[in-house]
């Protein structure tokens, strides 16, 4: 069973940046769809950046600024966060689609389960 860690989060100024990491054991990410959400204050929980290496999918939500990334040796994956924003601030989880028959791409739709979770860590932009 694939668990995740995730580590990185704390406080930033504002236009300041952060590197998000999600250590995963158990699994290899690279057989996954995998994904940043973030639940921010007063929203429902959001899509940042998505992807599956085993097909090449990805999608951001800000390509401009945030970056997602695998480092396949050490099974982490990265959301590296850029140009931060007051309303960024929130929290941000990681999580991993289990393989399904005729799965590929990734998405964030509701409908689109996601089984394995991170711990979720605390992002907080402010001067």
């Known amino acids: 069973q694939v668990q995740l860690v995730e580590s990185g989060g704390g406080l930033v100024q504002p236009g300041g940046s952060l590197r998000l990491s999600c250590a995963a054991s158990g699994g290899t990410l690279s057989d996954h769809a995998i994904v940043w959400f973030r639940q921010v204050p007063g929203k429902e929980r959001e899509g940042v950046s998505c992807?599956?290496?085993?097909?090449?999918s990805s999608y951001n939500a800000d390509p401009g600024r945030f970056v997602m990334s695998v480092d396949n040796a050490k099974n982490t994956m990265f959301l590296q966060m850029n140009s931060l924003r007051p309303e960024d601030t929130g929290h941000y989880y990681c999580?991993?689609?289990?393989?399904?028959?005729?799965?590929?791409?990734?998405?964030?739709?509701?409908?689109?389960?996601?089984?394995?979770w991170g711990q979720g860590i605390q992002v907080t932009v402010s001067s």
């Open positions: 999580a991993v689609r289990l393989p399904r028959p005729a799965d590929h791409g990734c998405s964030w739709y509701p409908g689109y389960k996601y089984d394995i």
């Open positions: 992807m599956r290496e085993r097909d090449g």
